[in-house]
């Protein structure tokens, strides 16, 4: 059973889900404690933003202002292509 190994049988409580949603959402929260600022969240949020279940996202300052956000099925969606490959090809357009 994952996770036994990790915890004192004591401490371990298995997750459980009633429902689908349940279960990604257990996940999700999950691989946001364990993947935080690894960048590889990227892949779930562009999965997500395919079937419509990503809401606007908000970059905020420390301050709290809105420096950028994220729509819905934006354009945006997609990773800048690496800076060493532009300088390997210059006249390739950007994405």
């Given at each position: 059973?994952?996770?036994?190994?990790?915890?004192?049988?004591?401490?371990?409580?298995?997750?459980?889900?009633?429902?689908?949603d349940q279960a990604?959402?257990?996940?999700?929260?999950?691989?946001?404690?364990?993947?935080?600022?690894?960048?590889?969240?990227?892949?779930?949020?562009?999965?997500?933003?395919?079937?419509?279940?990503?809401?606007?996202?908000?970059r905020l300052s420390s301050t709290g202002t809105i420096l950028a956000t994220l729509n819905p099925h934006d354009k945006n969606y997609t990773l800048q292509i690496p800076l060493m490959v532009q300088s390997f090809n210059p006249s390739m357009p950007l994405n």
């Amino acid at each position: 059973m994952p996770g036994t190994n990790r915890f004192s049988p004591a401490n371990y409580t298995p997750l459980t889900a009633a429902t689908t949603d349940q279960a990604i959402n257990a996940v999700l929260d999950e691989r946001r404690r364990e993947l935080a600022f690894k960048g590889i969240r990227w892949s779930d949020m562009k999965r997500f933003d395919k079937e419509g279940r990503m809401p606007v996202i908000n970059r905020l300052s420390s301050t709290g202002t809105i420096l950028a956000t994220l729509n819905p099925h934006d354009k945006n969606y997609t990773l800048q292509i690496p800076l060493m490959v532009q300088s390997f090809n210059p006249s390739m357009p950007l994405n």
